[in-house]
DNA sequence: TGACAGTATATCGTATTATGATATAATCTC
DNA sequence: GAGATTATATCATAATACGATATACTGTCA
């Protein structure tokens, strides 16, 4: 019935795949395929989207103006922009984030990281 | 045919809502319902869990052996503690949540949040 | 020039997960 | 002992993620 559930329901919270595609699109506009790869770049490879993840939550994000597409010249990239409501939202996301790494601190749970990482700096 | 696939899967993250029983019972077992509470203050109210999420979550948990059933003396209740396997998915992905601040924060993405909160402290 | 890797978008079916409704019963408080 | 709260559980349905598959363009380099 209600086909807003992930954007407006009681439970205030996104899944990660659809937080690193507002991640991605924070800093600027970006076609599918692009969005992708940076999910891969910001994620430290922890996240990747196949094109089914992909364009599946563009279309939702897309329906509930959370992006829109952008009229290009381009006839086979689309690009997708962030809107008010989408960095809103993604605003509210990333304060949960850190709410929870600080409670996390608080409580003597977070172990600092080991120094090697991924090579995606 | 995968049956571990949100704990085992090429995407190394989980929901919010595993996440979340993750951190409640970081600091010691609770009981399902205590589960819920807890939940609901350490999100500061974002994350309320019905039953039909919480125990459906908790089966595949016991299953994955992220958390273990203590016997205790209780008929009623049931309590539940992290196991090692848990407890290093939950430090995973707490770094996880600390990486994207960190990376929204040197992206100027992160707006100081406003002062007055939800009342759970 | 033509083969091959990579880029790019899209859809399908299935698996997985979340959720509200519902049920049942114990406990607590007044 | 009535009513609110605590407590666990299952069910059907909705929402989401995912791999597979398809199609076609672009770049390169032999």
Not at 37 to 61: C, F
Not at 70 to 83: E, F, P, S
Request: hydrophobic share 35%; glycine share 4%.
């Amino acid at each position: 019935m209600n086909k807003v559930k992930t954007f407006s329901n009681a439970n205030v919270s996104l899944t990660p795949q659809i937080f690193y595609i507002l991640l991605s699109l924070a800093i600027k506009e970006r076609h599918g395929y692009e969005i992708m790869k940076q999910i891969e770049h910001d994620s430290n490879g922890r996240i990747k989207l196949g094109p089914g993840t992909l364009y599946g939550a563009v279309k939702r994000m897309l329906e509930e103006k959370l992006i829109i597409e952008l009229d290009t010249q381009h006839a086979r990239r689309k690009y997708y922009k962030l809107t008010e409501k989408g960095r809103t939202i993604f605003s509210h996301e990333l304060e949960r984030y850190n709410d929870a790494v600080e409670l996390a601190k608080k409580r003597s749970l977070f172990v600092k990281p080991s120094v090697i990482k991924f090579a995606y700096a």
